[in-house]
């Protein structure tokens, strides 16, 4: 049957996280005795900690009702700091395409440039070399004392991120175009704009899309790091703010969700690059 991989794949993939959550369940069962703490730690952990019968690591039960009880009313604004995690997330995925969008509008156009003339890559590709390895949370300092805007600061890192996976595979796309099918164009006197538009966009489109896919995964690594940083909104905030009020199932649940939400743009991703894709 067709369908008899994915769904042993499916049974697979489920037995894994019992199997997971069996673990988790019995690391953090109590502890027959007491146990020597640090006493700093017992302080940050509070009494159960201090009195090592019980982990401080949450259960697969805290965690599930802690999740719950967030999806239950994620959209809820307070105040400042009281937001759902619905609200928390909509934030960053917003911050997150605006600086993809914005980097998709600069690295596509220019890769184009750079796949289309040795001279132009030859020129910048020392500045690309040398930018790119730089850390994006590197360029955070420098955009918050120039921009003086906590946002668009975290825009800015995730356009600065997200551009240089787009750039080189666009640029590698386009170069990798066969030779004929350009010298056909040549032929049949095909003016520039069409060609790139009809023969070079089509022909390098899934190396684009990968290249696209790859960035969409960095800047949603990044975004939490950088809202850790810059504060106020956003899911890196809601971490940051829930480890201040030592809620470690909050935590948990969050980067249960990042991870779901990272996931969901990734395959979205590889969806639109499957309908560009093209068997030779």
Known sequence: MAGSPRLRSAVLSAVLLAGLILVWHLATLPAAGSQAVDPEYAKLLGAAAAQGQKSAFPT?????????????????VRGTNDMGIGVQMLHSIGRVMSGYLLAALVAIPLGFLIGMSPLLYRALDPFIQVLKPISPLAWMPLALYTIKDSAVSAIFVIFICSIWPMLLNTAFGVASVRREWLNVARTLEVGPLRTAYAVILPAAAPTIMTGMRISIGIAWLVIVAAEMLVGGTGIGYFVWNEWNNLSIPSIVTAILLIGLVGMALDLALARLAKLVTYAE
């Open 60 to 76: 697969p039960a805290e965690v599930g009702a802690v999740l719950w009880r967030h999806l239950s009313n994620p959209f809820y």
